[in-house]
């Protein structure tokens, strides 16, 4: 089994920065891409940024030069550095990591349990 365990959220001013992270853990071969979702009250989950293993990112056109997606592969550890935040950013932020338990076998969605990151205007 695969574990995703996350840290950082909280809550902060219009215009200041957090940074959440989020550690994978368990028995597996490889994680193909990890990111971040969140959702807000009576809103859908949108995905806000991705990064793969060859370091390749995508971003939510609404974070673009806001938030930086980063990982380290060694630690199997990815952060959002989300700076400038917004009202709107408020939300529940989901880990997000697609790993591959075994070599040349689909590879398998994860989420951790989510952390709220609030902004106050």
């Known amino acids: 089994q695969v574990q995703l365990v996350e840290s950082g959220g909280g809550l902060v001013q219009a215009g200041g920065s957090l940074r959440v992270s989020c550690a994978a853990s368990?028995?597996?071969?490889?994680?193909?891409?990890m990111g971040w979702y969140r959702q807000a009250p009576g809103k859908q989950r949108e995905l806000v940024a991705t990064i793969i293993i060859d370091g390749s990112t995508n971003y939510l056109d609404s974070v673009k030069g806001r938030f930086t997606i980063s990982r380290d592969n060694a630690k199997n550890t990815v952060y959002l550095q989300m700076n400038s935040l917004k009202p709107e950013d408020t939300a529940v932020y989901y880990c997000?990591?697609?790993?591959?338990?075994?070599?040349?076998?689909?590879?398998?969605?994860?989420w951790g349990q989510g952390t709220q990151v609030t902004v106050s205007s």
């Open positions: 368990g028995r597996f071969f490889s994680i193909n891409a």
């Open positions: 997000h990591a697609r790993v591959l338990r075994v070599r040349e076998t689909p590879a398998v969605d994860y």
